[in-house]
């Protein structure tokens, strides 16, 4: 087809600087040369032009340097300017996200938030200082509102998760069996006592000691009292980590009378089926014998 083609033309830049630099140590060369011929001896006419060219090419060069030099600088100043802002905005923010905890802690009483973190200290005297300062700053800011987001959700479910914890120890004291596996498989990590509680840690923690508690208890022959699952609910309604230490062990005293008691139904299961076994063997050796005929 005929008609005008559409073309891209890259530069290489590098390139590009290197031929203007070699092109300006060639004309100072030669400047320098043209100069030293005529102290030596009388010029032409012609190569004091050329001199005079020489001259002017490498002043308009060095004019040109220096107004890109301002023009670097001036660009360099209001990139700094507008660093130095963007900082302050992230930092009214920041304290903006401080102001906002005292409304937090009013609308969720007895919440514990996390520790407002450190900031670094921030250097602007530069635009790379700034922009670091920034990145610094919004990270810390972004970390402290997601442990402060993470803070309120599991204060706001504690509630739910306390009731769920009351329902479902009702149900458990309504039945007619109660497994020691039940609760095992309550106070599991995201069972029914550990999810969504605001003291997680402690919670779980107490969780873990009760389970190692219970665990043994795990036998055909166990169901759960109302003494027991009643002392399991003071543990964990317990407000202080003393008070729920204190009913832990109480907790722990329960589960040793009960595991006595089952090591009394164990034997008393193992000797029950020994006397079964022994008169089954009894009855099958009378019973080989009436076999043989008499002599």
């Known amino acids: 087809m005929s008609g005008p083609k559409c073309c891209q033309v890259t530069v290489d830049?590098?390139?590009?600087?290197?031929?203007?630099?070699?092109?300006?140590?060639?004309?100072?060369n030669e400047l320098i040369e043209l100069e030293r011929r005529a102290r030596d001896s009388a010029v032409d006419e012609a190569r004091k032009q050329r001199?005079?060219?020489?001259?002017?090419?490498?002043?308009?060069?060095?004019?040109?340097?220096?107004?890109?030099?301002?023009?670097?600088?001036?660009?360099?100043?209001?990139?700094?300017?507008?660093?130095?802002?963007e900082y302050q905005q992230a930092h009214a923010a920041w304290q903006e996200a401080l102001a906002a905890r005292?409304?937090?802690e009013l609308g969720h009483p007895g919440m514990a938030l996390p520790k407002v973190p450190d900031l670094p200290?921030?250097?602007?005297?530069?635009?790379?200082?700034?922009?670091?300062?920034?990145?610094?700053?919004?990270?810390?800011?972004?970390?402290?509102?997601?442990?402060?987001?993470?803070?309120?959700a599991e204060y706001r479910n504690s509630a739910a998760a306390t009731s769920r914890m009351k329902e479902w120890i009702g149900g458990f004291k309504a039945r007619a069996v109660r497994s020691a596996s039940e609760i095992i498989t309550a106070l599991e990590p995201d069972g029914l006592f550990v999810a969504d509680r605001a003291d997680r840690d402690r919670i779980e923690r107490i969780a873990k000691a009760a389970t190692e508690v219970v665990r043994p208890l795990q036998h055909d022959g166990f169901n759960v009292s109302d003494e027991f699952?009643?002392?399991?609910?003071?543990?964990?309604?317990?407000?202080?980590?003393?008070?729920?230490?204190?009913?832990?062990?109480?907790?722990?005293?329960?589960?040793?009378?009960e595991a006595v008691r089952l090591a009394?139904?164990?034997?008393?299961?193992?000797?029950?089926?020994?006397?079964?076994?022994?008169?089954?063997?009894?009855?099958?050796?009378?019973?080989?014998?009436?076999?043989?005929?008499?002599?």
């Open 229 to 257: 699952i009643n002392q399991l609910d003071r543990v964990f309604s317990a407000e202080t980590p003393s008070a729920a230490q204190t009913e832990l062990e109480r907790l722990r005293a329960l589960a040793a009378r």
């Open 121 to 152: 200290a921030a250097d602007l005297s530069s635009e790379i200082t700034v922009r670091t300062a920034i990145q610094q700053l919004r990270a810390v800011a972004l970390a402290y509102q997601h442990a402060v987001d993470s803070a309120i």
């Open 264 to 295: 009394e139904i164990k034997t008393a299961q193992v000797k029950q089926r020994q006397e079964r076994e022994t008169e089954a063997a009894g009855k099958d050796t009378c019973g080989s014998r009436s076999d043989y005929p008499h002599a």
């Open 13 to 28: 830049w590098e390139v590009l600087e290197q031929q203007q630099r070699q092109s300006q140590e060639d004309d100072a």
């Open 102 to 104: 005292l409304d937090i």
């Open 51 to 85: 001199i005079q060219q020489l001259k002017q090419r490498a002043e308009a060069r060095r004019v040109q340097q220096e107004e890109r030099r301002k023009r670097e600088e001036q660009a360099a100043a209001a990139r700094l300017v507008q660093a130095r802002d």
